[in-house]
């Protein structure tokens, strides 16, 4: 990540180690509100949702000693904006474990921004079926709300402005040691 440390607008938001504890933390929540621990699926929405929903998964296992389900969820064909982009949006195979009725679905993000990301997730999930409940466990909520969703987890709340841009890097989805960066334009 030298080109980060190097940008002198880049700030470090997380570590590897602060990653970890608020994963485990959200985990811990997780356990708390959801009695039936078998009747969650976690839904990463790709790429590093996905990887946050499989590590989370591994917390609550290693906590209670629970299977927890996890799965994907792709947002790319239910996104508002997808016909004024200038490219196609690139289409990942959503994988859940079905049926979703009397279960609890927990959509799975890295940032959590204007809310229309989460919300084309909804829309996304509904085409399996109707799940009992629908939570949300993000990593950071930066703010700035277009939609009224609002995060059950959350791992960091960290206000920025909208010209400054935050960047999350997992050692499995991006080759690079775990962290969290604040980036300025």
Same mark, same amino acid.
């Given at each position: ?16 180690a602060a990653i970890r504890r608020a994963l485990r933390r959200i985990a811990h929540e997780i356990i708390e509100r959801n009695r039936h621990l078998a009747n969650i699926v976690l839904a990463g929405i790709p790429s590093r949702g996905v990887e946050i929903a499989r590590r989370i998964a591994a917390f609550i296992r290693g906590i209670e000693k629970a299977e927890v ?9 239910? =996104? ?5 982009? *200038?490219? /196609? ?6 994988? %859940? #474990? ?31 079926? =109707? ?5 949300? *466990?993000? /990593? ?6 277009? %939609? #009224? ?37």
């Amino acid at each position: 990540m030298k080109h980060k440390e190097q940008n002198s607008s880049a700030a470090s938001i997380m570590d590897a180690a602060a990653i970890r504890r608020a994963l485990r933390r959200i985990a811990h929540e997780i356990i708390e509100r959801n009695r039936h621990l078998a009747n969650i699926v976690l839904a990463g929405i790709p790429s590093r949702g996905v990887e946050i929903a499989r590590r989370i998964a591994a917390f609550i296992r290693g906590i209670e000693k629970a299977e927890v389900e996890t799965g994907v969820i792709d947002v790319a064909m239910h =996104r508002d904006d997808v016909g004024t982009r *200038a490219e /196609l949006p690139v289409v990942r195979a959503s994988k %859940l #474990p079905v049926p979703l009725e009397d279960r609890t679905v927990i959509i799975v993000d890295d940032v959590f921004y204007t809310g229309r990301t989460v919300r084309a997730a909804m829309d996304a999930i509904n085409s399996f079926g =109707r799940p009992a409940r629908i939570q949300l *466990a993000v /990593l950071i909520d930066r703010g700035h709300r277009e %939609l #009224p969703i609002r995060p059950d987890y959350v791992g960091k709340n960290l206000p920025t402005a909208t010209h400054e841009q935050i960047q999350v890097r997992l050692q499995e989805t991006d080759n690079e040691p775990d962290a969290v960066w604040l980036e300025r334009e």
